[in-house]
């Protein structure tokens, strides 16, 4: 049998208001989301006036973080025309993506779910998302 | 112009945090979503123990409620075999559904967003509901 | 070689503005759409105060009247269950509906376009629908 | 509660007049697509010969252009093989798109609407968009 561990909806909230301190900081709203180790949403947040357009960006952002188990932008490199990995934002039907602002959630090297950040610029939102990666790296939020 | 009104960040927050109190007392975790006048998403929170594959059908619930401007299981009745809302479900590529556990947020006659619960039995999920569309409707949370 | 004939920008335009002034009349604002033979989309417009959701549902009612050639209620009683029609809306992707409120628009015995309403009750779509097309069947708007 | 502004049917169905004006001057059919502030079609009009194949097209501009609150043409550049943006097509289903031809109609600084329009070269749909966007902006169409 296999033993997993993941993120709770109290840590993934915390790891929310984290990331959201950050983008209030910087003046730039966000949406936010968070998902478990399997990929499954477990929290987001709209922050007010953070474009539309952009909450399924988050989510797809969260949801290649914990799958690909790498921070979205680290991916994006090995996708260009060319390289191994051209054409695979094709699959998953629009879920996978390489846009910066997606980064794992890690209990240790295990990936425990993952954060995805969307709306204002792709080096803004990474700079959001690590915030929240930050976060839960230390000290473990809402637990302990 | 039109001027319209919507329901903000904190507002929505405090409305997923009145729902998740009242199923944590039923004890049914669950998945809440809230979302704006236009359909948005706005907040998200999966209860511990709630189950993955009714994520999307809180989102549905939600988005169903806000566009159709009335409870979801409100609509249920004029859609079976023979009404004359029959085959409404096969619409919007998944997104409407008349499954109880979706409810309008009101300011007043005016839907500004909804809320939508889905783990629990359809009841459950309405009673969840209720308790946030109720706690929204009295004192306007996040702004007293 | 086939010759065909579909309404044009002009007599879709008319159309809408009859559906529209018949609505205005109901005091239920609709969203309004025509589509040509093909089903393609012409025209919509969405009156102040109609339902977003219901933006999708108009269209498909356009489409699936040009289709079928005729109106969209009078589809509804052989897809019930047991019928020889059960779950033909669970085709074309979500763009086809028995939901009253769409009706072909005819050139004599030929459909050369239909028109679809929603957002009202599917008797007041319909109604609206019904006022278009009357409108288009009475002295060729936009032409004389 | 957030206080919003969005385009009306009056003011939506004045910028298609305005656009379709311009591309009757170009020579060029035009299918012109108008969003309000939450990327929800509004008004629709395909030119007569305008192609079929673009009206989609024509919406995902608008969509795009209210969502990203940019002209279509200026997401482009940074979504080339090696730019951050590249993938952005692959989300949002077929609904993002960078093409030209898309332009956010805004009050002030803030948008309130989008315009999208598809049949001819991006460069003459983006001529067509911004003729739409410019009727906008002067004078306030179906206000005064």
């Given at each position: 049998?296999?033993?997993?561990?993941?993120?709770?909806?109290?840590?993934?909230?915390?790891?929310?208001?984290?990331?959201?301190?950050?983008?209030?900081?910087?003046?730039?709203?966000?949406?936010?989301?968070?998902?478990?180790?399997?990929?499954?949403?477990?929290?987001?947040?709209?922050?007010?006036?953070?474009?539309?357009?952009?909450?399924?960006?988050?989510?797809?952002?969260?949801?290649?973080?914990?799958?690909?188990?790498?921070?979205?932008?680290?991916?994006?490199?090995?996708?260009?025309?060319?390289?191994?990995?051209?054409?695979?934002?094709?699959?998953?039907?629009?879920?996978?993506?390489?846009?910066?602002?997606?980064?794992p959630?890690?209990?240790?090297?295990?990936v425990?779910?993952a954060?995805?950040?969307?709306?204002?610029?792709?080096?803004?939102?990474?700079?959001?998302?690590?915030?929240?990666?930050?976060?839960?790296?230390?000290?473990?939020?809402?637990?302990?």
């Open positions: 049998m296999r033993k997993l561990q993941t993120i709770d909806a109290a840590e993934a909230g915390a790891v929310v208001d984290a990331a959201a301190a950050r983008a209030t900081e910087m003046g730039v709203p966000q949406n936010i989301a968070i998902v478990d180790e399997a990929g499954h949403l477990v929290a987001f947040r709209r922050m007010d006036g953070a474009k539309f357009i952009s909450i399924e960006i988050a989510l797809a952002k969260a949801f290649t973080a914990a799958g690909a188990r790498k921070a979205t932008r680290d991916i994006a490199p090995v996708t260009i025309p060319g390289e191994p990995g051209f054409g695979i934002q094709n699959l998953l039907g629009g879920r996978f993506t390489t846009l910066a602002g997606g980064i959630l890690k209990l240790g090297d295990v425990v779910g954060i995805g950040v969307s709306s204002g610029s792709t080096q803004e939102d990474h700079v959001v998302a690590q915030a929240g990666a930050d976060f839960f790296a230390s000290g473990r939020p809402g637990q302990q």
